[in-house]
């Protein structure tokens, strides 16, 4: 009798893939819970917990609809512990005689299953995981020959490809006159309207987290096992989403960019986990944005700067990761080379900035993006952190951090590790910035106002020595010309003390 097995990978959670649609006796699915893909890198706790848990209610979910499913768990004794290992044992076990997966989003997990299927005396498929919008190669076929690739070019053509927010013309002309709103994107929050209460149901994974722990992996950050908060099915990820639209969407453009001690999530939608372990598809987050505003239940402003992310970036992304991949972690245009201070692991520095961001991402597994662009990856930059350290920072903290998301974001936009393939600049900030956007700089041991002497906000002085020591590298990007002015009329002797107190700083990070 055949045998056909699938593997389903911890963020292959598709309920609506094709593979589903009809029960077949002759299939069975395989789901497995192992050390090597929980230790690759140091996660969060709850990144571990959400995603063995989301994948345990996904597995029962295909039983339910009389799928036939292998679940190995963690503590399972006959895991092996590596996928493919296990799937060896399962293919001999269920003498099956066919071995099918979903393109896998990560490279590393690509390599893995081709070079597992050439090994194998049974026909192997990969087939399409049906989530995104683009193919793997959509970008670098859009940008062929370009040495920059912009997002706004990318955006504009998945605009029109996908009919979103478009006229109904012969040409295609965006609604509104403008294809992005990004200049009415940038209010910092007064404190009003109030933050939306985190509605999230919550759970009691108390078990998993002992299943774990006793299986030895390693973790950190608040487990929150007993009251867990991150959606784990889609019935929960779509209440997220309806949630998001119905109260939150309407100011999601104007305070897109704001940070305040006095919330975590602000306006920000909290679908990052749920979209890229697959339990939401990107065209009905999408869909749901573009119906909002023609309800006229929020402004488009809010509902262009939502899409873009999810059209543009999020694909646009993608894209860059297939296209640098392998190799592109190891990029590191600046050379830098210093290691993550121990603070970053602990939150315990006196910068407030970085106290807030990185206390509420141990608490949460979670910040918004501009606390991960201008707060922590700004300073990773001035400071000139290990580009590929920070990487592994990112990426085992955030409950929605898988490599091909994760990697381009930190590397290429945040560390401009690439040399400035996909950012126009790097995305660094003195604490003026940083100042207007939030309220950090109110309650900071540090003046933001000072560059230099023990009270001065540390960004400032390395914000200009990151400037002055790579002008070679940086001099004729005509959007530093501001920056590059600046810098040369600046005082000799300023420009010295900025130098001495850029080196002192750097020479005291584990004590800021
Ligand atoms: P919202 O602000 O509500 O945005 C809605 C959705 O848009 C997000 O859920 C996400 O799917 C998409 N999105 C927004 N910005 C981006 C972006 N730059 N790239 C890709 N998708 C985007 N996002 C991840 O999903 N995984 C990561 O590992 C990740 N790492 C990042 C690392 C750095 C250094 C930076 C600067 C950004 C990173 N991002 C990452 C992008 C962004 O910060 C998160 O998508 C967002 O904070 C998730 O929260 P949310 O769902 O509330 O997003
Ligand atoms: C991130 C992760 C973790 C922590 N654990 C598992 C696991 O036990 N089993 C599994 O199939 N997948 C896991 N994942 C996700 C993968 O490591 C990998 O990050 C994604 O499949 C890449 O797209
Ligand atoms: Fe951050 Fe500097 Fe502001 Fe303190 S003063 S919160 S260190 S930017």
Sequence with gaps: MSLTLRLILGDQLHSGHSWFETVDPSVRYVMMEVRDEASYVLHHAQKIIGIFAAMRHFADSLVRRGHAVTYLKIDDPNNQHAIDNNLALLIAKNKATAFEYQAPDEWRLDKLLKSFCQQQSIPCQMVDSEHFYTARDEAAVL????????????????????????????????????????????????????????????????????????????????????????????????????????????HFGDYQDAMSTKGWRLFHSLISFALNVKMLHPDEVVRAAESAYHAG????????????????????????????????????????????????????????????????????????????????????????????????WYLGIYIDAFEWVELPNTLGMSQYADGGRLATKPYVSSAAYIDRMSDYCKGCRYDKKLKTGSKACPFNALYWDFFDRNAEQLKSNHRLGMVYRNLEKMDPEQLDAIRQQSADTLARLEKL
């Design 143 to 250: 940008f062929e020959g370009r040495k920059q690739w912009l997002m706004e070019t990318f955006y504009r053509q998945m605009r029109i490809k996908h009919r979103v927010l478009l006229q109904e013309e012969k040409v295609p002309k965006p609604i509104g006159g403008k294809w992005n709103y990004d200049q009415d994107n940038r209010k910092a929050w007064p404190g009003d309207p109030p933050e939306p209460a985190d509605t999230r149901t919550k759970h009691n994974h108390s078990s998993i987290w002992d299943d774990i722990q006793r299986a030895g992996v390693k973790s950190f950050g608040n487990p929150n096992a007993n009251q867990f908060a991150w959606p784990l099915d889609r019935e929960e990820a779509l209440d997220v989403l309806n949630r998001f639209i119905t109260h939150t969407l309407p």
């Design 297 to 392: 239940a929020a402004p488009l402003s809010a509902v262009e700067g939502f899409i873009r992310q999810i059209l543009g970036w999020r694909e646009y992304i993608r894209g860059v990761y297939w296209a640098n991949m392998p190799g592109y972690d190891n990029l590191n245009a600046f050379g830098h080379q210093h290691p993550l201070p121990a603070w970053f692991w602990t939150g315990e520095t006196q910068m407030n900035c970085m106290r807030h961001a990185i206390k509420q991402s141990l608490e949460h597994a979670y910040a918004h993006h501009i606390q991960r662009l201008m707060v922590t990856g700004n300073f990773a930059l001035l400071a000139g952190l290990s580009p590929h350290a920070v990487h592994k």
